[in-house]
């Protein structure tokens, strides 16, 4: 029960401190659950990014559930869930009932100006990060820029570019490269 406790305000802490979505939330999440407590690994949390990406739901959400899951299972991915989306509702909930008021004051809209400034930034760094985690070789840098380039220029779902990429990293481990 300590532990569910543990992984519920974790997750809590994760989730009061996380803005704009689950990209921004990267490097907060490696420092906590990576290099803070183990919980996971770079690789892991990589994974179940992409494994997010592709299952419906935020981003963030889901990838607190693959943890609290692999920490104390079922009850574990429901308590870390939980912890993720709590501070949300409350924060939201207080917002909702006063933005209405407050939406068109200057100072009001300088600030999201400046917070989706600080939020570029987080994702700037989520990306560098696993970039830098998933970039290991000749291979992996030619599927980053057909994705990327793809990506960019196309309307085609994510969740086509994860299959085609999970499958080229099969087909190329199978054929003795190094995709990780």
């Known amino acids: 029960m300590k532990?569910?406790?543990h992984l519920y305000l974790t997750f809590c802490k994760l989730g009061a401190v996380t803005f704009g979505g689950g990209y921004a939330m990267l490097p907060i999440l490696q420092r906590e659950i990576v290099e803070k407590r183990n919980w996971a690994t770079n690789e892991e949390i990589t994974d179940?990014?992409?494994?997010g990406q592709c299952t419906p739901g935020v981003i963030a959400i889901n990838t607190s559930t693959f943890i609290g899951e692999k920490r104390k299972g079922t009850i574990g991915g429901i308590v870390a869930t939980l912890g993720f989306i709590t501070p949300s509702?409350?924060?939201?909930t207080i917002i909702a009932s006063f933005l209405q008021n407050f939406a068109d004051l200057s100072i009001?809209?300088?600030?999201?100006?400046?917070?989706r400034v600080c939020i570029c930034v987080l994702?700037?760094?989520?990306?560098?990060?696993?970039?830098?985690n998933s970039v290991v070789?000749?291979?992996?840098?030619?599927?980053?820029?057909?994705v990327l380039l793809?990506?960019?220029?196309?309307?085609?779902?994510?969740?086509?570019?994860v299959i085609i990429?999970?499958?080229?990293?099969?087909?190329?481990?199978?054929?003795?490269?190094?995709v990780q």
């Open 3 to 5: 532990e569910l406790l």
């Open 48 to 51: 179940y990014y992409a494994i």
């Open 89 to 92: 509702i409350v924060i939201i």
């Open 108 to 115: 009001v809209k300088d600030a999201f100006a400046g917070i």
């Open 123 to 132: 994702i700037i760094q989520a990306v560098i990060k696993l970039l830098k």
């Open 137 to 146: 070789d000749r291979i992996t840098a030619i599927l980053f820029v057909v």
């Open 150 to 161: 793809f990506s960019s220029f196309t309307t085609i779902s994510p969740i086509i570019f």
């Open 165 to 178: 990429a999970g499958i080229t990293g099969v087909l190329v481990k199978n054929w003795g490269g190094k």
